[in-house]
């Protein structure tokens, strides 16, 4: 008979600092919404859905022998742990200060959790304006 359970004795640990990297930690904000910690264990913040601008990383090739896409133009969902600041559908974003303790990965789904966003460009704005 298997182990019951075993979900509490497994950890599957994200290597943030790999993947920023290779999205050179620049999203652009597609979505979001505010977050409530239904536990009031976390603060409160927004969820926000950001689009991948740049994918630098080789994912090698698939069973059949043909290269494997990258991320680049892909979207996800992080959740930024204040409301310090807001960013706005369309501005560039940069993440800050990966909350590990409270970020997982079950199966291939990452729950992502910042505790701050920093606005590079914001919507509308003109590059070296």
Request: glycine share 6%; net charge neutral.
């Amino acid at each position: 008979m298997p182990l019951a359970n075993t979900y509490i004795f497994t950890e599957t640990k994200i290597n943030i600092d790999k993947m920023l990297k290779a999205f050179k930690n620049q999203f652009r904000v597609v979505a979001s919404r505010l977050y409530e910690d239904k536990k009031g264990n976390l603060p409160d913040g927004y969820v926000y859905t950001l689009l991948v601008l740049y994918d630098d990383l080789d994912y090698g090739v698939d069973k059949q022998g043909k290269p494997r896409d990258n991320n680049q133009y892909q979207t996800f969902d992080v959740t930024v742990l204040n409301r310090e600041h807001v960013a706005k559908k369309g501005d560039t974003v940069q993440l800050i200060g990966f909350d590990s303790e409270h970020s997982y990965a079950i199966s291939f789904d990452l729950l992502l959790r910042f505790t701050d966003i920093k606005i590079l460009q914001p919507q509308g704005a003109k590059p070296n304006a």
